[in-house]
């Protein structure tokens, strides 16, 4: 209980942190929002007037006590690009990011285990040596690249799917999953190496144990052993490596998004960066702090839940 | 990268005349399209479907751009970018046609009178909104008021077109007629008369925007797309062809190019001169102008820069001819001075060969400036106008050759906007200014008190000129005045001159009557399908 | 068995990060071209005996380009590493050896960095300094900051428990002797690990942060840059990604299968 108090404080204390720091980042640079929509209408006055609307007039702790306050309602402001509330800009592109992670992390956790565990099975092997080769390979490709590698071969040359021919899941979902196949492939295949790589560590780490020799030496068929000692054991680690790998997905999915033209929330980001519409960067921000802040916290307790020995 | 877009380009067309009609420009990005004066060539996949064919009614298409839209309130978006889809929903009084005339729109005739003191628009009958209201005069009166900043309390958002600022009263004569009284008269306004007309007091313009346009909006989905569909009331007769357009936004141009690839994009306008040439077997390419001045403005009071001479031999330097086949696989056109080709009446086509390519000669007038051993420059260009950053780098290499190395620096558009186009904090800069429908909006930045005058350049005689251009009524004086301005410039070597580029529009060649237009917008309203209407949403 | 194979891994690596360094040296001193030197009439050229990459859009030879670019990634990535190898040790040195209340706020801290993946704070780093070199290199230095405090902290944990540091401390060795006279060169391996992993990640984000271009800016060519710029004519001239996909590749691979002995 106590544990779980301090982890709630930290992770209370870690928002604020990047709450402050979010805030503050973007209070420092230059050429501001305001410049940018005026363009070339700019005129002192018609700055002055914006800024007003936009509240931008006032010292930097009371926009920070507003802007906080806000964030705690859900509010985060008012788009400068969209006129928009900017909650609703990030719930509506949130689903699309949420099914690619989600997606990714069912191709990951599908792909990676079975063949971590064959990899470990085969250790020193021609399989195990190919898998990892392979493994390595993917890992070393810029996670950009091996998209437009995917659209090109799959959609080009094989006419797997249509690129560009994103489809809303309101619409109709079976399209949109059809279409998110491949962006997710895109993002779980570097995912799957490092998990497969992991678990294939973690098997090998559990098969010198003792415990496995003394398994073994009852007389328990190898493939026994494996299944129900070993990777009990080896999968633990594996799990809170997965919850992870989570955080991972959502970065990996700003850039994805952006080759496969995904309406998601990396997309809004990078958009939203070049148009330097700091309202909906530092809600997003918050946003992915928040989420990543989270899945730590729970794989923590994940963690304590599966293996007790851990203090 | 090309995606971005510039928000804020501003300019627009005749809209937006803004501190100064600048504006970037840029290429992919799209910008102006072009103009029926110049050069509208068609080479294409099968036939020349785009002049022939049997135009029938209906079916849906998908138009690729680039960029999201900022707003979808008419008078309240700034992007070169949402203009032209918006130019299919909203009309004003007047409107261009392809040649680059204002001609009638929803009112049926105006007149201005002989001193530009008063403007008279006679409205057109029966035309109705797309909510099936009437247009009445209290609408258009109020529209414009909105635009000129006439409202009390004007409305949070919205963009005071600065040239209709002179608007001193607009007064209902009856229910057809409303004359617009200018406090300062002027003859040269109408082209600013484009201005959308929207019904009075509609409060939901910026989600459900209401006009009069060939099309219907549907639905907006930021950073996918914007579906329109035909409007059934449309007064012009036969128009529009189409049932419904889409217009998809794509997160740059080698995502919509791999769209292109895969053919879900029926019309995309922003092709590089590579992408053309690998899709001319599956689309019609057709090849406009942008009607920009693309240039490497130089600041006139900067360091070396602020010496004439070496402004000249920069200009002897640049061999305009390697930059546009290098960048725009040879379309483009070399121009010398700040004026493009379409402006068919003031352009002045001797300028381009004032400065013919020739190191010797720059090397000479460097020596006689005091730079024989050359000198450091740097070159600030917009990051995200992938052509203009592609000309510099091609400049720096045709500069080395005089012994004048250039830097490149890349600045996002806001801070180009800040430091650049206001801070005047730079020594050269390559981007692609654009212009309005009225002759003086691309000079006038020229005169040595201009605020847009990001060029810090001064010239009393050009000052006079613009006065003389200004104070004369009459066409050919003013054709005069501006043609002698621009032979100025080029003899000031005000900046380095290079092109104006050329618009690559990709089209389905089952399609025809894709038009270009001397101002920035894609009209959808002259598109059909050729034999059989198809369908792609 | 298992031996084996690693050192075989190793070995190959070895080979690789050898080959790929020579390539880069070599780069810094000759290229057969002048890489920004351009040529209008051989726009895009396929591979030659001339130009054995091929040319580039403005008729670069991508193969001197290549040799230039992979310059520029590896000086971001070893200034990358440099700087968080360096803040990192002695974080992770000076919370390890002392605990107490500056090593849980740190501590605490850096749990909230760690968690956040890289490229997303790269991203934001970079929309406030800015694109570029130095800009990208200072983003990604101070992001790997935190992973090298923790491996290196937890690694000054385990070490000062050990004999020899409290025969030192017996001695009369100073603190500072302690941390990084005796306990420094046993963090080596784990340290070593950290480096080949942080230097392989720069050089991906490098690429990354140019796709969406707020990576290294021209002239400057970078393999990240190369690659993502060579996206335009993947169809019309695919060779021009193929050098800088290749050698990027080559360098991730290379250095973790060296690492995976050392891991």
């Not at chain 1, 985060?76 to 928009?84: E, L």
Request: proline content about 4%; some cysteine; charged content about 20%.
């Amino acid at each position: 209980m106590k544990y779980l108090v301090k982890k709630l404080i930290t992770l209370i204390i870690t928002l604020l942190l990047v709450s402050c720091a979010a805030f503050i980042a973007f209070q420092v640079i230059p050429g501001d929002s305001v410049t940018l929509a005026l363009g070339t209408d700019f005129t002192e006055e018609a700055a002055e007037q914006m800024r007003e609307e936009l509240g931008l007039n006032r010292s930097i702790p009371a926009r920070f006590a507003d802007w906080m306050a806000g964030a705690v309602r859900g509010d985060f402001g008012t788009s400068s690009q969209y006129k928009q509330p900017v909650s609703q800009l990030i719930a509506d592109r949130l689903p699309v990011t949420i099914w690619l992670a989600v997606l990714s992390m069912l191709m990951i956790t599908v792909i990676s285990v079975p063949l971590g565990i064959l990899a470990a099975k085969s250790s020193g092997g021609i399989l195990d040596r190919m898998i990892t080769l392979i493994t390595q390979i993917t890992m070393a490709i810029p996670p950009f690249f091996l998209g437009i590698i995917l659209t090109l071969v799959c959609g080009i040359l094989l006419s797997w799917f249509t690129p560009g021919k994103y489809v809303a899941p309101d619409k109709d979902f079976s399209a949109f999953l059809h279409y998110m196949i491949f962006p997710a492939m895109a993002v779980s295949i570097p995912k799957i190496a490092m998990v497969v790589k992991f678990l294939r560590g973690s098997v090998l780490r559990q098969l010198s144990l003792d415990y496995v020799r003394t398994a073994r030496s009852k007389g328990n068929k190898e493939s026994a052993v494996l299944v129900r000692h070993v990777l009990k054991n080896a999968l633990i680690p594996v799990v809170t490596f997965l919850a992870m790998v989570t955080a991972d997905v959502l970065a990996g999915s700003i850039i994805i998004e952006q080759v496969f033209n995904l309406p998601g929330l990396g997309r809004l980001l990078v958009v939203s960066i070049s148009n330097r519409d700091f309202a909906v960067v530092q809600a997003i921000i918050l946003y992915i702090a928040f989420v990543v802040v989270l899945i730590n916290f729970l794989v923590d307790l994940l963690y304590r839940w599966l293996d007790p020995r851990v203090e | 990268m090309r995606k971005k877009v510039s928000i804020l380009m501003s300019i627009l067309v005749l809209v937006t005349v803004v501190l100064g009609g600048c504006s970037d420009g840029d290429n992919q990005t799209g910008k102006d399209t072009s103009n029926g004066s110049s050069q509208t060539q068609t080479q294409n996949a099968g036939g020349d479907e785009t002049s022939t064919g049997d135009a029938v009614y209906g079916g849906s298409i998908v138009v690729g751009i680039t960029q999201d839209l900022d707003s979808l309130d008419p008078h309240k978006a700034v992007a070169a970018g949402t203009k032209e889809v918006l130019y299919n929903i909203f009309e004003g009084l007047v409107k261009a046609d392809k040649d680059g005339n204002l001609v009638p729109a929803l009112a049926e005739s105006y007149t201005i009178s002989p001193d530009g003191s008063e403007y008279t628009f006679v409205l057109r009958d029966g035309v109705k909104f797309h909510n099936g209201d009437l247009v009445t005069a209290e609408d258009v009166i109020y529209s414009l008021k909105r635009c000129s900043g006439l409202l009390t309390p004007q409305e949070e958002g919205v963009v005071i077109e600065s040239a209709l600022s002179a608007i001193s009263d607009i007064i209902k004569v009856d229910e057809k007629t409303v004359k617009v009284v200018m406090g300062e008269p002027s003859t040269e306004l109408i082209g600013y008369f484009t201005c959308s007309i929207i019904p009075e007091d509609y409060k939901e313009q910026d989600t459900k925007p209401v006009g009069t346009g060939p099309f219907c909006f549907e639905s907006y989905t930021p950073l996918t797309e914007l579906v329109m569909t035909k409007n059934p009331d449309y007064y012009l007769e036969g128009k529009p062809y189409l049932d419904k357009v889409t217009f998809k936004i794509s997160a740059n141009t080698d995502a919509a190019f791999m769209e292109l690839m895969a053919g879900t994009i029926d019309i995309f306008p922003y092709l590089t001169a590579e992408q053309a040439s690998q899709l001319k077997d599956t689309y019609t390419i057709m090849e406009g102008s942008m009607n920009l001045v693309q240039a490497l403005f130089l600041n006139n009071a900067e360091g070396p820069l602020a010496d004439v001479r070496v402004r000249q031999a920069l200009c002897y330097a640049t061999d305009r001819q390697a930059v546009i086949d290098m960048v725009a696989g040879g379309r483009g056109h070399v121009i010398g001075s700040n004026m493009f080709p379409s402006f068919t009446q003031y352009y002045d086509a001797e300028l381009e060969t004032y400065y013919e390519y020739n190191t010797e000669k720059a090397k000479e007038l460097l020596a006689e400036a005091g730079y024989a051993d050359g000198f450091t420059f740097t070159i600030t260009v917009p990051s995200n106008y992938q052509f203009h950053v592609e000309t510099a780098q091609v400049l720096v290499e045709q500069y080395r050759q005089i012994g004048v190395e250039a830097k490149i620096q890349l600045i996002e558009w806001g801070s180009w906007l800040s430091d650049v186009y206001q801070g005047r904090n730079y020594e050269a800069t390559v981007v692609g200014l654009d212009a309005e429908l009225v002759p003086s909006d691309i000079l006038k930045r020229y005169r040595s008190n201009a605020s847009n005058n990001f060029l810090n350049y001064k010239n009393t005689e050009v000052d006079e000129l613009f006065a003389k251009a200004f104070a004369t009524v009459k066409d050919e004086e003013k054709e005069t005045y501006y043609k002698e301005i621009q032979r100025l410039l080029t003899e000031d070597a005000a900046s380095v001159y290079i092109q104006a580029p050329a618009l690559l529009v990709a089209v389905n060649p089952n399609l025809g009557g894709y038009t270009f237009y001397p101002v920035y917008v894609q009209d959808m309203a002259s598109v059909y399908y050729i034999g059989e209407a198809q369908v792609n949403e | 068995m298992r031996q084996k194979r690693n050192d075989f891994n190793y070995r190959v690596g070895k080979v690789i990060v050898c080959a790929v360094v020579l390539f880069v040296l070599i780069g810094c001193v000759y290229t057969p071209y002048d890489p920004n030197g351009m040529n209008g009439a051989l726009k895009n050229a396929a591979p030659s005996l001339a130009h054995p990459f091929g040319t580039d859009n403005f008729g670069r030879d991508v193969l001197s380009r290549v040799m230039k670019g992979a310059g520029t990634t590896f000086f971001v990535g070893l200034c990358t590493v440099a700087i968080g190898g360096i803040i990192g040790t002695l974080l992770g040195a000076v919370t390890g050896y002392y605990g107490g209340l500056f090593d849980e706020i740190l501590m605490r801290l850096n749990d909230g960095l760690t968690s956040f993946p890289s490229i997303l704070l790269a991203l934001v780093f970079v929309s406030i300094l800015g694109p570029g070199k130095y800009n990208i290199i200072l983003a990604l230095g101070i992001i790997f900051i935190p992973s090298f405090a923790r491996v290196v902290r937890s690694e000054y944990i385990t070490q000062k428990q050990m004999d020899y540091v409290k025969n030192a401390k017996l001695m009369g060795a100073s603190d500072f002797r302690i941390m990084f006279v005796h306990i420094l060169p046993n963090t080596r391996p784990i340290l070593l690990s950290s480096l080949t992993i942080g230097f392989n990640n720069a050089v991906l984000a490098e690429a990354g942060m140019s796709y969406l271009s707020l990576g290294v800016q021209p002239p400057d060519a970078s393999l990240g840059r190369m690659l993502s710029e060579a996206q335009a004519y993947l169809f019309s001239a695919p060779w021009v990604a193929l050098a800088p996909g290749i050698l990027i590749v080559l360098t991730v691979l290379g250095f973790s299968m060296v690492n995976e002995d050392a891991g």
